[in-house]
DNA sequence: GTCAAGCGTTTGTCCTGACAAACGCCATGC
DNA sequence: GCATGGCGTTTGTCAGGACAAACGCTTGAC
């Protein structure tokens, strides 16, 4: 864009503005592939500015040339930064950073850890751990006989001392053992994770109603006071329902923050 | 998995649970990419149930040849329906059916959008469309000075005949015309993407508060009455600010379905 | 009977090479 | 001065081949 009448005798190319080409480099001795390598120090490079917002990325053949690897190879870096967000590709004019500042493309987080990384030091109090025969939407979600026995766990949860959200938790009988001890001590999903599963996808639906007077006693809210809700099925990559979450969080304390990105 | 003990003459892979072979085929002379023709048809395939849930698709060599097309070419298409969700692939074992139904993993959706989606046949009512001072909340949001003139389209949408949301959208000025007769007809974005602008990202922001008086009365709740809300800055792809929205929901009839999908 | 090693299968990674399509710039013509 | 066509640049698509790593089953040893 700057550097558009030069003649293109050598150009170093994958420059920053200032054209200081960007240092990069891969070992071939790691067991890390290549393509993650390149993407990883990218998108360092990206976050801490070294790569300016709408700054070009030199042209892929020099890109490979410059670093030993192939054409397809440095694409498939390229092309995982550009899925997250953080890169736009242009025919005819080249790869660009994204000028405003992406951060995560919505997860499928935990509210533990969501607090945890806001620096809040969340705190979990397990008002109950059982079992309990499925009600019908219970057993709808999680795929079970109605009336057949479900693990149940309803959970407080705290920052700054102050309650945020009240989590209900349906679990399949028998899928992973829940200890109270673990559950105050960390998430529900790190626990899930630990114990073998590998979660997949989830079905979400956020929503707001009026705290019913047991909510507004454990939430220190009023009877009425408005609530975010959210209710979660989640599965895991065999496709079994793995958790029915029904949640409610304090409307003063707590949002949804994310980042969306349009499928092209 | 089923075909384990087998010995592996010219097995006709890629088959259904049935071992009928899936019917597939590219079109050479046609402009769309063969990759992309590829994932179109065994999307629908995964759609329609012809390719059951858990169902393994032939391996990637054996599909290629078949097909007349490389492997890399095969590997994209697969790749496209991994990313949204649809299939899991597992070294030495294949690539196999997700079981849990997918949807759509939460765009950049706009209201009207859904509604329509859903059958609902919505409308607008335009309450304001016209210029203010940006307020300092607007301003930073937009990145223009305050004080200074931005556009503000503020609207009523209602389905069945019953209001269902206030939607306020403030934009920088000259950005698109925005006629009210339009607005009334369809989405704001169906508009600023006809005026040429890409959308790119949005960082949102969902959560809940109680009616005010004033918007009580539009949306025909009492004050105090939880309401949805949504916070949203939509970037395009050059890293503008092209809108700043705030909306509000009414919590009854309204809630965000979204599908998750946890990143590997 | 149980555990470990071996082996075939399948995806993961990486390379080289080639042509097509879109974009922006420049020169040309009016 | 302005529209238009040509041209170089860059990404998009596709082919064909090669080896490595992970998985599950079978076989063998104890």
New binding site residues.
């Given amino acids: 864009m700057a550097m558009?009448?030069q003649a293109?005798y050598a150009r170093p190319v994958t420059a920053h503005g200032t054209d200081r080409p960007l240092p990069l480099s891969v070992d071939r001795t790691s067991?890390v592939?290549?393509?993650f390598q390149l993407a990883q120090q990218l998108e360092a490079a990206v976050e801490q500015g070294r790569l300016a917002p709408g700054a070009l990325?030199g042209?892929?053949?020099d890109l490979a040339a410059r670093l030993?690897?192939?054409?397809?190879?440095v694409?498939?870096a390229i092309q995982t930064l550009v899925d997250k967000g953080l890169m736009v590709?242009?025919?005819?004019?080249?790869?660009q950073v994204v000028h405003s500042q992406v951060r995560r493309p919505l997860e499928l987080s935990s509210l533990y850890d969501d607090l945890e990384a806001a620096g809040q030091r969340p705190a979990t109090e397990v008002l109950r751990n059982t079992t309990e025969p499925a009600t019908a939407e219970v057993a709808a979600a999680l795929g079970v006989a109605e009336g057949g026995e479900v693990h149940l766990v309803e959970r407080l949860r705290s920052a700054h001392g102050e309650p945020v959200a009240l989590l209900r938790n349906h679990l399949p009988p028998g899928l992973v053992p829940l200890r109270t001890k673990e559950l105050e001590a960390t998430g529900l999903y790190r626990l899930m994770r630990a114990g073998g599963i590998t979660l997949h996808s989830a079905r979400q639906s956020v929503g707001a109603r009026a705290a019913t007077v047991g909510e507004a006693d454990v939430l220190d809210e009023e009877p009425g006071a408005p609530l975010l809700t959210m209710e979660r099925v989640t599965y895991d990559d065999t496709g079994r329902v793995v958790e029915f979450g029904s949640h409610v969080y304090r409307a003063a304390r707590y949002t949804f923050e994310f980042q969306l990105l349009v499928r092209p």
């Fill in positions: 558009s009448g293109n067991p592939p290549l393509y990325l042209n892929e053949i030993g690897l192939s054409r397809p190879t694409r498939q590709r242009r025919r005819g004019v080249g790869t």
